[in-house]
């Protein structure tokens, strides 16, 4: 039985900035965002609980350096941003005033230099294409957490550190806490615990050598981490905070798991069993010995649509056969996942926004669609 999306919203992006990234929705309900870069500009729009734009003009944050080299993040108020560059984690005020800057050491390669400056490296060749890292806040916008390059260009070095995962206060920048990540990264994204700020999820991609997934916890006094396997990807947190949804790195398993690690009863699912095979994809060799020309595999996307529900997709694995495919994943049934069926064409993977809603890019990819299921979900 497939689930029928209904239309709630459209979002329109806002930027028309040539070359600007995609739109998305960010934060949980109640402090909704959406958000958009440019090489140039932050855009944070705040948005009600049907997802129009609150009243006032939106929040626009100038930023330090192009957004190929680095990511950034939006308070959960809209004000401040947080750039994790190559060299530094910034934080920027909407005046375009930098409240404060952490410098760490280079994401490009071997580079050995702790820099002053974007300006120092913008042009050299060598640097063009750096790995990085990123930076998330906390439930309450109090606290950054942010996964740089070590060494700190103040502070002792961590013995034996390549990458490190810092806890900064968002006023001051303060560096509460500091931890080996146990990682060299070629990337990463933070996921917030949805309550407690003291929690947050880093998964980290190490390109073929795998993805490393730490849950950070913080006491006021002592962080402590759970390093997780080094083969999962975090995609999504359970509105409540105690469910995490993970893929493999190999795209092969989807699970429900706690913030240990610990796979949920029932809550594993492997894509070759678990989906169909794309209608239009050709049947499977039967040589035992030949590849399989057309796998089925979760993509690193989707999320937590409710404490009960996943939305996920095999948009990668489907593309050179025809339409993508959403799927709904109800976590309390055997006959677990459904495919999702909209009345118009989206594009791209879907996104859980919690509350029962999700989004997905419009095609021409210059609005975000939210959508929900007519029966409602606990």
Same mark, same amino acid.
């Given at each position: 039985?497939?689930? /029928?999306?209904?239309?709630?919203?459209?979002?329109?992006?806002?930027?028309?900035?040539?070359?600007?990234a995609?739109?998305?929705?960010?934060?949980q309900?109640?402090?909704?965002?959406?958000?958009?870069?440019?090489?140039?500009?932050?855009?944070?729009?705040?948005?009600?609980?049907?997802?129009?734009?609150?009243?006032?003009?939106?929040?626009?944050?100038?930023?330090?350096?192009?957004?190929?080299?680095?990511?950034?993040?939006?308070?959960?108020?809209?004000?401040?941003?947080?750039?994790?560059?190559?060299?530094?984690?910034?934080?920027?005020?909407?005046?375009?005033?930098?409240?404060?800057?952490? /410098?760490?050491?280079?994401?490009?390669?071997?580079?050995?230099?702790?820099? %002053?400056?974007?300006?120092?490296?913008?042009?050299?060749?060598?640097?063009?294409?750096?790995?990085?890292?990123s930076?998330?806040?906390?439930?309450?916008?109090? @606290?950054?957490w942010?996964?740089?390059?070590?060494? @700190?260009?103040?502070?002792?070095?961590?013995?034996?550190?390549?990458?490190?995962? @810092?806890?900064?206060?968002?006023?001051?920048?303060?560096?509460?806490?500091?931890?080996?990540?146990?990682?060299?990264?070629?990337?990463?994204?933070?996921?917030?615990?949805?309550?407690?700020?003291?929690?947050?999820? @880093?998964s980290?991609?190490?390109?073929?050598?795998?993805?490393?997934?730490?849950?950070?916890?913080?006491?006021?006094?002592?962080?402590?981490?759970?390093?997780l396997?080094?083969?999962?990807?975090?995609?999504?947190?359970?509105p409540?905070?105690?469910? %995490?949804?993970?893929v493999?790195?190999?795209?092969?398993?989807?699970?429900?798991?706690?913030?240990?690690?610990?796979?949920?009863?029932?809550?594993?699912?492997?894509?070759?069993?678990?989906?169909?095979?794309?209608?239009?994809?050709?049947?499977?060799?039967?040589?035992?010995?030949?590849?399989?020309?057309?796998?089925?595999?979760w993509?690193w996307?989707?999320?937590?649509?409710?404490?009960?529900?996943?939305?996920?997709?095999?948009?990668?694995?489907?593309?050179d056969?025809?339409?993508?495919?959403?799927?709904?994943?109800?976590?309390?049934?055997?006959?677990?996942?459904?495919?999702?069926?909209?009345?118009?064409p989206?594009a791209?993977?879907?996104?859980a926004?919690?509350?029962?809603c999700?989004?997905?890019?419009?095609?021409?990819?210059d609005?975000?669609?939210?959508?929900?299921?007519?029966?409602?979900?606990?």
């Amino acid at each position: 039985m497939s689930v /029928r999306a209904r239309l709630r919203a459209t979002v329109p992006a806002p930027l028309s900035a040539p070359g600007a990234a995609p739109p998305e929705i960010t934060g949980q309900p109640g402090r909704r965002l959406v958000v958009q870069r440019s090489d140039e500009v932050v855009v944070a729009q705040a948005l009600d609980d049907d997802f129009h734009a609150r009243p006032g003009p939106a929040v626009r944050f100038p930023a330090p350096w192009p957004r190929g080299r680095g990511a950034f993040a939006v308070a959960p108020d809209a004000g401040l941003a947080v750039f994790a560059g190559v060299h530094a984690v910034r934080a920027v005020e909407p005046s375009g005033a930098t409240r404060w800057e952490v /410098r760490h050491g280079c994401w490009s390669g071997a580079c050995p230099e702790t820099h %002053l400056s974007y300006e120092e490296y913008a042009d050299l060749p060598d640097h063009r294409y750096p790995d990085g890292g990123s930076a998330g806040f906390s439930a309450d916008g109090t @606290l950054v957490w942010a996964h740089v390059r070590g060494p @700190l260009a103040d502070g002792a070095p961590l013995p034996g550190a390549v990458d490190e995962w @810092l806890l900064l206060d968002a006023v001051d920048g303060r560096v509460r806490a500091r931890v080996d990540s146990r990682s060299t990264a070629v990337g990463s994204f933070h996921l917030a615990h949805p309550t407690d700020p003291g929690q947050m999820g @880093l998964s980290i991609g190490e390109g073929q050598d795998g993805a490393p997934l730490r849950w950070g916890r913080w006491d006021g006094q002592t962080l402590e981490v759970a390093y997780l396997e080094d083969d999962l990807c975090l995609l999504s947190v359970s509105p409540s905070g105690d469910r %995490l949804m993970t893929v493999s790195h190999d795209q092969d398993s989807l699970a429900v798991r706690d913030p240990r690690g610990a796979v949920a009863e029932g809550g594993e699912w492997d894509a070759a069993s678990a989906v169909p095979r794309h209608p239009d994809a050709p049947p499977p060799s039967d040589d035992e010995d030949e590849d399989d020309e057309a796998p089925v595999y979760w993509d690193w996307a989707g999320g937590f649509v409710d404490e009960r529900t996943l939305i996920v997709s095999t948009v990668e694995s489907d593309e050179d056969w025809g339409r993508d495919r959403h799927w709904f994943v109800d976590t309390t049934t055997p006959a677990a996942v459904r495919p999702v069926v909209y009345p118009s064409p989206v594009a791209g993977e879907p996104m859980a926004l919690g509350g029962g809603c999700w989004s997905t890019l419009s095609e021409s990819r210059d609005s975000v669609r939210v959508w929900d299921a007519p029966t409602p979900r606990g």
